[in-house]
């Protein structure tokens, strides 16, 4: 993980606890603000929720924040009321370490959903991680990859912004790597600032962001139980309004984008990075709708593997999205091969295709309606061998 410019007034700790039997595997991370910061959320839109979401959503938007304490390995979903008892012991523990309040803490799990945490091993491990935060690179990186599960690696993105003539951070972290699905996935990402933000200003823009970056990739479209965005910002002084906001917006928008790629990208047994862009639809919504059909799509997704140019997948996955159109009105491009023009197919090197598509982890498919000006950009990736055998193997 490059080293990244981190934001002022955070501290750091990624240890293990013993949720994982591997020793050498980090599995809690402590984040720290040294004064109380502005935050705000967003969640999975599952029926079935785990324990620290409902936590989460209690406490958020507050201007009060001043840590999170996150768990990898355990899900703490599907658990009752002994999961919510223990969401709440985590955030009193860290709230004892720390010397703020019990409310003051967010809490955040992932990993295997059914099982009840290991209490004891838990409650040590925030007590040791309190005693290491730092606000160095290497304790971030840590933290960074205490979350992750079958991630390959840790996802981390930063932007600096001026505003108001005083530069300010923007660093965001995450994991992410199956039950990718809209809306949110099996994803914890977190954002932190240096920056003055109201936390009203924060959640609006929590959700404004989770809709074109988090809610636009997809591994397998399975929504999961723990999906949380957590935005952070501790800046003193009267808070970043009006038309400030827009490059504070932008920075956030970026490292988002940023770090969503970057879970499509990282997906389980992943070959290839699929970028499909769907232009030219009425609307955003309608455009979004076609994007996450193809990505969503199982045939797609193997052919693409498979190198196999059967672009007819492709077609008809828009074609059963839900919005109205006719074969006119769609053209195809697969790369830099145009495939299907205007509801006519195009003759075409099979062969070249399938070297293009062999020789490129990242792929580029666009979809060209002529109907309007609704645009999305949707990140999703192929389904291998290995992502089948991954799952099949989870808890065995």
């Known amino acids: 993980m490059n080293t990244c410019i981190l934001p002022r007034g955070?501290?750091?700790?990624?240890?293990?606890?013993?949720?994982?039997?591997?020793?050498?595997?980090?599995?809690?991370?402590?984040?720290?603000?040294d004064r109380p910061a502005a935050a705000a959320g967003v969640f999975t839109q599952n029926r079935v929720v785990a324990a620290p979401v409902r936590l989460c959503r209690e406490r958020v938007p507050t201007s009060r924040a001043r840590g999170i304490v996150i768990c990898s390995g355990n899900a703490n979903a599907c658990t009752g009321r002994r999961g919510l008892?223990?969401?709440?012991?985590m955030a009193g523990v860290a709230a004892e370490a720390l010397g703020c309040q019990a409310e003051q803490v967010l809490v955040c799990s992932t990993g295997v959903i059914g099982r009840h945490l290991p209490m004891p091993e838990v409650e040590s491990g925030i007590r040791v991680a309190a005693g290491k935060l730092a606000s160095d690179s290497e304790s971030f990186e840590r933290a960074a990859r205490a979350?992750?599960?079958?991630?390959?690696?840790?996802?981390?993105?930063?932007r600096t912004v001026n505003l108001n003539g005083q530069n300010v951070q923007v660093t965001g972290f995450a994991k992410g790597a199956a039950m990718i699905g809209p809306n949110m996935a099996t994803l914890l990402a977190f954002v932190l600032s240096d920056a003055a933000v109201a936390p009203e200003d924060l959640q609006a823009?929590?959700?404004?962001?989770?809709?074109?970056?988090?809610?636009?990739?997809?591994?397998?479209?399975?929504?999961s139980t723990n999906d949380t965005l957590l935005l952070l910002a501790n800046g003193e002084g009267p808070p970043v309004r009006g038309a400030l906001l827009a490059p504070f917006s932008q920075a956030v928008a970026e490292v988002?984008?940023?770090?969503?790629?970057?879970m499509a990208a990282d997906a389980e047994g992943a070959t290839h990075l699929i970028t499909i862009a769907v232009e030219g639809l009425r609307n955003d919504a309608e455009a979004k709708r076609v994007a996450k059909a193809v990505?969503?799509?199982?045939?797609?997704?193997?052919?693409?593997?498979?190198?196999?140019?059967?672009?007819?997948?492709?077609?008809?996955?828009?074609?059963?999205?839900?919005?109205?159109?006719?074969?006119?009105?769609?053209s195809l491009w697969l790369g830099k091969f145009l495939l299907y023009e205007n509801g006519t197919p195009l003759p075409f090197d099979?062969?070249?295709?399938?070297?293009?598509?062999?020789?490129?982890?990242?792929?580029?498919?666009?979809?060209?309606?002529?109907?309007?000006?609704?645009?999305?950009?949707?990140?999703?990736?192929?389904?291998?061998?290995?992502y089948v055998r991954i799952n099949a193997e989870y808890t065995t």
Do not use: Q
């Open 295 to 330: 990505a969503d799509s199982a045939l797609v997704k193997t052919a693409l593997f498979g190198a196999d140019p059967n672009w007819g997948r492709i077609v008809s996955a828009a074609g059963y999205a839900g919005v109205a159109f006719d074969e006119p009105h769609l």
């Open 350 to 386: 099979a062969a070249a295709v399938s070297a293009y598509m062999k020789s490129n982890r990242d792929l580029d498919v666009r979809l060209i309606f002529n109907l309007g000006a609704g645009h999305c950009t949707f990140y999703t990736c192929d389904l291998t061998y290995d």
């Open 147 to 158: 979350i992750l599960t079958t991630d390959t690696r840790s996802k981390v993105s930063t």
């Open 10 to 33: 955070y501290r750091f700790a990624g240890v293990h606890s013993g949720i994982r039997p591997d020793p050498e595997r980090l599995d809690l991370a402590l984040v720290v603000s």
């Open 205 to 223: 823009l929590a959700g404004r962001v989770a809709e074109h970056t988090f809610n636009c990739i997809s591994v397998e479209g399975h929504t």
């Open 85 to 89: 008892d223990d969401a709440r012991r």
């Open 256 to 262: 988002c984008t940023d770090l969503a790629r970057d």
